[in-house]
Structures are given as C-alpha cells and as structure tokens.
C-alpha cells in the first residue's frame, strides 16, 4: 500500500465544487480546504506509487476546476508512515 498527499489548486471560485467531487472519490481518504500556496489537500492511497500517479492523472486532475496539483509520497519508516 503506498499514500500520496496532493496539493490541489483550484480555478477561481471553484474550490467548493471541487472539493465536494474529490471527496465523492473512494480514492481520496481525506480532503482538507486550506489557507496558503493550495487550496485543496487531499490524502489518497494506492497499491503501488504508479498507482498514485494514474489516479492523480486520471482522476483528480480530470475533475473541472482542477488548475494544477503537486503530489508527495509518503515514506513508511520504522513501522510507520511519517
């Protein structure tokens, strides 16, 4: 199992929308609307990180008033992710 956390910009005035259709995703295990170079972050997970990144592409990035994500992968050490 791997876990991504994507940065989501969203196109003025459709933070909202987005956020509702992301969050209508099985994917996505937990989306947060935030202040500062995102408006959106979202947590998903994968089973592997190619599956992380089609499901950006094809998924996240593919919903209108999606402007740009930035996805991090995180690293599971010492019986735990950070």
Known sequence: MSVGFVLINTLPGEDR???????AL???KE???VF????LVAKINGESFDDIGRIVVNKI????G???T???G???????YL
Do not use: M, Q, W
């Open 26 to 28: 099985p994917e996505i």
């Open 70 to 72: 930035e996805t991090f």
């Open 74 to 80: 995180g690293i599971f050490l010492d019986g735990g």
């Open 17 to 23: 929308e987005v956020y509702n259709k992301l969050s």
């Open 31 to 33: 989306i947060h609307a």
């Open 36 to 39: 500062g170079k995102c408006d």
């Open 66 to 68: 999606v402007k740009d």
């Open 61 to 64: 990035r593919g919903v209108k």
